[in-house]
């Protein structure tokens, strides 16, 4: 167990519609990073928080935003969704030093 | 994004056999990290390299940092059929902050 707490396991939606997923980060992490992992693709980066502020931006479409609350969880949306969103998504968080991300187990997301 | 080179994309091997794999960028990196992912789970870090030349092992894995900071690789010694999964390497870039540029992962089948 990385500490790092991700849900929803598992989400069905329909094209077009709006999700929200949410990560809590390992206690005592400021940084939370969010991954798009598809069969095609592999790990991609999608975009880095810190104590609140956006910190990085990778490849992330513009219908995709993230935030991270004083509580420090993050939550990403996707929005007008296209059936080519269907991936596994990931947040990892990182402590202050060195540069090694902890993983939580992953949201699925099938859009039909 | 720039993708890390990871190979080989597969290996099958039987139990007890050593297994190798390597990452190779065309740019530096200042810290490489592996990890390995079962399916449908999370990647769970292995080992973080952080200097040039350097090794480090962890329990049967033993991976190293390459010399040019352009590789590293992986070694599993007498490979039992749990250690069957995904594995990955990820590396950071000074121009890149914390973020982390993955390979495309070796899939490892451990024949019993």
């Known amino acids: 167990d990385s500490g790092v707490t991700q849900t929803p396991k598992h989400l069905i939606t329909a094209t077009g519609q709006r999700v929200t997923l949410r990560c809590s980060p390992r206690?005592?992490?400021?940084?939370v990073y969010w991954y798009q992992q598809s069969l095609d693709q592999g790990l991609q980066f999608l975009i880095h928080?810190?104590?609140?502020?956006?910190?990085a931006k990778g490849n992330i479409l513009e219908r995709f935003s993230a935030q991270q609350f004083p509580d420090l969880h993050s939550e990403l949306n996707l929005s007008s969704l296209e059936l080519g969103d269907s991936a596994l998504y990931f947040c990892?968080?990182?402590?202050?030093?060195?540069?090694?991300?902890?993983f939580g187990p992953g949201t699925r997301l099938t859009v039909t | 994004g720039q993708q890390l080179n990871q190979s080989p994309q597969s290996m099958f091997i039987q139990e007890g056999e050593d297994v190798s794999m390597n990452c190779t960028s065309s740019?530096?990196?200042?810290?490489w990290l592996w990890y390995k992912q079962d399916p449908g789970e999370g990647p769970v870090l292995l080992i973080a390299?952080?200097?040039?030349?350097e090794l480090t092992s962890n329990g049967r894995l033993t991976a190293q940092f390459g010399i040019t900071r352009k590789d590293s690789f992986l070694n599993i010694s007498a490979s039992i059929p749990s250690d069957v999964g995904i594995y990955f390497c990820?590396?950071?870039?000074?121009?890149?902050?914390?973020?982390?540029?993955f390979g495309e992962g070796t899939q490892l089948t451990v024949n019993p």
């Open positions: 990892a968080s990182k402590g202050p030093s060195g540069y090694e991300q902890y």
């Open positions: 206690s005592g992490d400021l940084s």
């Open positions: 928080y810190y104590n609140g502020e956006e910190r």
């Open positions: 740019s530096i990196f200042n810290t």
């Open positions: 390299l952080y200097k040039a030349g």
């Open positions: 990820a590396g950071q870039q000074e121009t890149s902050g914390s973020r982390l540029t």
